[in-house]
């Protein structure tokens, strides 16, 4: 089993529609979750950080948490065609020691 | 802003070659890693570092060694590369357990 799961996608949808993208994660113990962006060719960046459990919204971006659950999202609202991209959810995980943990990404496709 | 640069951006290098990639990074920060992508298999850790001198073995390893001999610094060594070692290999580095910082990554190809 992955430690940090993600559907690779492809996703599709419509320009200014809501895409939603989401993540498992496996180790209970972890505390602190990311979402990075990255464009074809290009290296991640950060979009979000998320640390506790419930919503967290940066602009059209909004992080949800459930460790319940184990269970992370990223929701972009109004979607535009320069979102398309590869999203990476990342898990700061502790077990046998302090490892941050990538899933494999999910492709986001907005059509114009 | 956090400023993480890596040596080259493309490398062209011949089996069995001795090739090492440096990464830099202005940020004062601890933690230093070592990754390489490849279509479909995500990110995976080679190696990492949290402090001078120190390194752990990350999930691959094999065929890699790495040196931290100043904090901003950060070097991968391919012993003798190989051609299952061509991939896109990303520095990144971190203050604690925060957000990485990833370099633009250096495209090797062994040929």
């Known amino acids: 089993q992955k430690e940090v799961e993600q559907n690779s996608g492809p996703l599709s949808v419509p320009e200014g529609a809501i895409a939603s993208l989401n993540c498992t994660y496996s180790?209970?113990?972890?505390?602190?979750f990311f979402w990075y962006r990255q464009y074809s060719g290009k290296s991640p960046e950060l979009i979000m950080s998320?640390?506790?459990?419930g919503d967290k919204e940066d602009g059209r971006f909004t992080a949800q948490l459930n460790k319940a659950s184990q269970y992370v999202s990223l929701l972009i609202r109004d979607s535009q065609p320069s979102d398309s991209a590869t999203y990476l959810c990342a898990v700061n995980g502790y077990t046998g020691g302090f490892k941050t943990i990538f899933g494999a990404g999910t492709r986001l496709f907005v059509k114009a | 802003d956090v400023k993480v640069t890596q040596s080259s951006r493309y490398l062209v290098k011949r089996t069995g070659e001795k090739v090492f990639l440096e990464c830099v990074q202005d940020m004062d920060h601890e933690n230093m890693f070592w990754y390489r992508q490849d279509p479909g298999l995500g990110l995976r850790l080679i190696y990492f570092s949290y402090d001078v001198k120190m390194k752990e073995k990350g999930d691959i390893p094999e065929g890699y060694s790495v040196s931290r001999e100043k904090k901003e610094r950060f070097s991968l060594i391919l012993e003798s590369a190989s051609t299952n070692q061509t991939s896109m290999y990303l520095c990144?580095?971190?203050?604690?357990?925060?957000?990485?910082?990833f370099g633009p990554g250096t495209r090797l190809t062994v040929l």
């Open positions: 180790d209970r113990g972890s505390q602190s």
């Open positions: 990144a580095s971190s203050f604690s357990e925060d957000e990485q910082f």
């Open positions: 998320i640390y506790s459990n």
